[in-house]
């Protein structure tokens, strides 16, 4: 199972994406492998035309949903102090779909240096592969 970021998702809806991109979410979608978690769903959500909202949603339904705990918040927060002290800002969102990646050692399929970023700080707890 792969975290496919909202970068990923991007490229697999966008009618001209990148084949590559589209063949990667389009395998993962295929062998049930595809997860999202709140901050994609979100993202994604905010990034539609309303007429697209109900299709979008029911799509998700499709895909493994993985939620973010009550002790994911600390984590994120200690996460987010760890890369500010590398001198590093990531978007939240990022900060905490790796927070999900971390406690579940589910890698991120993803097209976000921000990954690369934490990855740097996370070490070898989070995985991240750039498609």
């Not at 991109?21 to 994604?44: G, M, N, T, W």
């Not at 050692?105 to 991240?128: E, M, T």
């Amino acid at each position: 199972m792969k975290i496919v970021d909202t970068s990923l998702w991007i490229e697999f809806l966008r009618r001209r994406g990148d084949p590559e991109a589209k063949h990667a979410v389009a395998r993962l979608l295929e062998a049930d492998q595809a997860a999202y978690s709140c901050p994609i769903r979100f993202e994604l959500l905010a990034g539609v035309r309303p007429e697209e909202e109900a299709d979008l949603a029911q799509a998700l339904g499709f895909i493994h949903h993985l939620r973010f705990e009550p002790e994911d918040w600390c984590a994120a927060a200690r996460l987010e102090r760890q890369i500010r002290n590398q001198g590093v800002s990531v978007p939240r969102n990022d900060l905490f779909v790796a927070t999900i990646a971390i406690r579940t050692g589910i890698p991120v399929a993803c097209r976000d240096a921000h990954f690369d970023a934490i990855q740097g700080v996370a070490g070898d707890k989070l995985v991240v592969e750039q498609l």
